[in-house]
């Protein structure tokens, strides 16, 4: 691992000018320091330095979630990448402190989001993840100044937002209603690498980096370790992954180009949209499973037996229209028992019974049923959904609109602070 580092970071430094930057700052001193590499500047953010080994360190942590040497292209984007997260953690950490009155986050917690780190991102232990950094000669400082930065920001953007960043109950069901009308219609699994260009001057310089991405997936380079690196989505740190989606679940002009796309797996040409580029890798694609085509239904059973049942029951039909009418409607009646029957799949009920329960809706009441036994039997449907088990709850739907929410709130404000700051690229 260490060797390849070494060669990729050389040939890095070698394009960029880094190394070279460093050598002649070393040659202009006096010889009696010499002996002493200098420590090139490569950015300054409000007066805070970014240097050159800066730069090398956040190299040297990209480059381990790559499992072979990069191309000389995708290292300069890698080194570019590189700058500019040094630079928006400088001006988030500078936020946050300037609000929070210098209050510094804990090593405690610190310790705690590289022991998540070295867990989630590497499967291993602390002792083996500190062991592999230092092998690659990654100061472990180095690491806790990026996570503070992130859990500043993180704390600053969920202290300053949190109560005014708000889902509604409306969206919540435009959503699951969007979700349940997609059950029954084809399903593709995408991953996704957005390329942030706001203007036309960025648009083109994201325009050439898509077609780089492309051509390196091509060549063999693994989509989720380019996504983790260099996508602005939030789906980065997944690798990209947006697990299965309906067409429409997709922004349009994704939705547009997935649908006549060739058979997965396949990479999809860049994809322009507002605010950026996108490169789809589409991995998969399903049809409608019979389970998520099946039905599923809270039901209440009503069963009449002895003389007069059908009229009793017609009567009941007559005086409770619906499952919440029942109690009322069923005040003083004898003869008749109620069981309320939860979570029955329409295809486990026998067929003599379920023709007539077959289009039932909530709120609606199947007709008489005749039992082997002489009994009379009415279905009142309380609640019909979809029988796929995977829908998400309220709870997890709001949750997924309110990140997604504070995530854009994110970006425009450190779009706005980058605009005020003073940046000085060397």
């Known amino acids: ?29 006096p010889a009696a320091t010499r002996g002493n ?63 929070s009155k210098d209050d510094r986050i804990s090593q405690p917690e610190l310790d705690e989001a590289l022991n998540d780190v070295a867990r989630s991102d590497f499967r291993m232990n602390r002792e083996q993840f500190n062991q592999m950094v230092a092998e690659v000669g990654l ?34 069901d435009e959503m699951l209603g969007r979700i349940k009308a997609s059950l029954d219609k084809p399903q593709y699994r995408i991953a996704e690498i957005f390329l942030y260009a706001p203007d036309q001057t960025s648009r083109q310089n994201a325009a050439a980096r898509a077609q780089t991405l492309i051509q390196q997936v091509n060549q063999g380079a693994d989509f989720q370790a380019l996504a983790r690196q260099f996508s602005a989505a939030p789906s980065a740190s997944a690798g990209g992954d947006l697990n ?34 996108y490169v789809i890798a589409l991995t998969g694609k399903r049809e409608p499973t019979e389970a998520a085509k099946a039905v599923i239904l809270d039901m209440e059973q009503i069963i009449a037996r002895g003389e007069g049942a059908s009229a009793k029951l017609a009567t009941l039909k007559t005086t409770a229209a619906a499952c919440g009418d029942l109690t009322k409607g069923l005040e003083g009646v004898t003869g ?91």
């Not at 309906?246 to 002009?253: L, V």
């Not at 058979?263 to 580029?277: A, M, N, R």
């Not at 029955?344 to 077959?358: D, F, H, I, K």
């Open 1 to 29: 691992m260490k060797s390849v580092l070494a060669i990729a970071l050389a040939a890095t430094v070698a394009a960029s000018g880094l190394v070279a930057t460093a050598q002649q700052t070393q040659l202009a001193q």
């Open 37 to 99: 590499r200098i420590d090139g500047v490569v950015a300054v953010v409000n007066d805070k330095i970014i240097s050159e080994s800066d730069v090398r360190n956040r190299m040297r942590w990209m480059l381990l979630r790559f499992p072979e040497t990069p191309s000389d292209d995708i290292m300069l984007e890698i080194q570019n990448q590189a700058i500019e997260s040094l630079i928006d953690e400088k001006i988030k950490l500078a936020e946050f402190l300037k609000l």
């Open 139 to 172: 100061p472990i400082q180095h690491l806790r100044d990026m996570e503070e930065a992130q859990i500043a920001w993180s704390a600053l953007i969920r202290g300053r937002y949190l109560k005014t960043v708000r889902v509604s109950e409306l969206r919540i």
């Open 244 to 277: 299965w989606l309906s067409p429409g679940d997709m922004r349009p002009e994704i939705a547009e180009v997935v649908l006549t796309a060739p058979e997965p797996p396949v990479l999809l040409p860049p994809i322009q949209s507002d605010g950026g580029i």
């Open 336 to 426: 008749i028992t109620r069981t309320p029957m939860k979570d029955v799949g329409l295809m486990q009920v026998s067929p003599a019974y379920r023709t007539p329960l077959e289009g039932k809706t909530a709120g609606q009441s199947t007709d008489i049923i005749d039992l082997p036994d002489g009994g009379k039997m009415v279905f009142y449907v309380c609640n019909s959904r979809s029988g796929d088990a995977d829908l998400p709850s309220r709870d997890e739907i709001r949750d997924r609109l309110f990140n997604a929410e504070l995530a854009l709130v994110a970006e425009r404000y450190l779009r706005d602070l980058k605009r005020e700051a003073t940046i000085v690229r060397r």
